[in-house]
């Protein structure tokens, strides 16, 4: 799904493009006939409260659907506000690992008898070959260091 990797994207905008996203992707594969598998990519870092993560998904991470709801009712001056933000997001560390997290949860939630496969990687880089080789959204991760390194 079409995601943000911002780390500290205002709270609605992570919550539609990591969690509403979610459950647009799993009701469009509902309707395949054919699917094989649901890839979600996630973060390594969406569990930053336990020592020590094993290969399944926590059920801690808050209610996907309620988070929505709440971003769909609230003021989103005053959901983004800083403040507010930390409150929501409690022990993660920002708006990305909050918000990876309750993709997970979505996926647990509604999946029912996909195929769902979640993969964590620890960092995500500039594309190899597509849509063009070195294609990147924006430099918040190791590309903006190479990039910086350029100039």
């Known amino acids: 799904s079409a995601a943000t990797v911002n780390f500290n994207e205002a709270l609605t905008k992570a919550v539609n ?3 509403v996203a979610v459950f647009t992707i799993m ?3 509902k ?4 699917l094989e598998a649901l890839v979600h990519v996630s973060t390594a870092y969406c569990n930053t409260q336990f020592k020590h993560i094993e290969e399944e998904i926590y059920d801690v991470n808050g209610d996907p659907a309620g988070i929505i709801n709440l971003c769909k009712k609230m003021d989103p001056s005053l959901l983004n506000s800083p403040k507010m933000t930390a409150q929501i997001i409690g022990n993660k560390p920002n708006t990305y690992a909050f918000t990876k997290a309750l993709g997970e949860s979505a996926l647990v939630a509604e999946g029912g008898s996909l195929p769902i496969v979640i993969v964590r990687p620890s960092i995500v880089i500039a594309a190899w070959k ?3 080789p070195g294609w990147v959204e924006n430099l918040s991760t190791t590309t903006g260091i190479i990039a910086g390194f350029g100039k």
Request: charged share 40%; aromatic share 0%.
């Open 27 to 29: 009701e469009i594969c």
């Open 17 to 19: 493009l990591n969690v």
């Open 130 to 132: 597509e849509p063009l």
């Open 31 to 34: 309707k395949m006939k054919k």
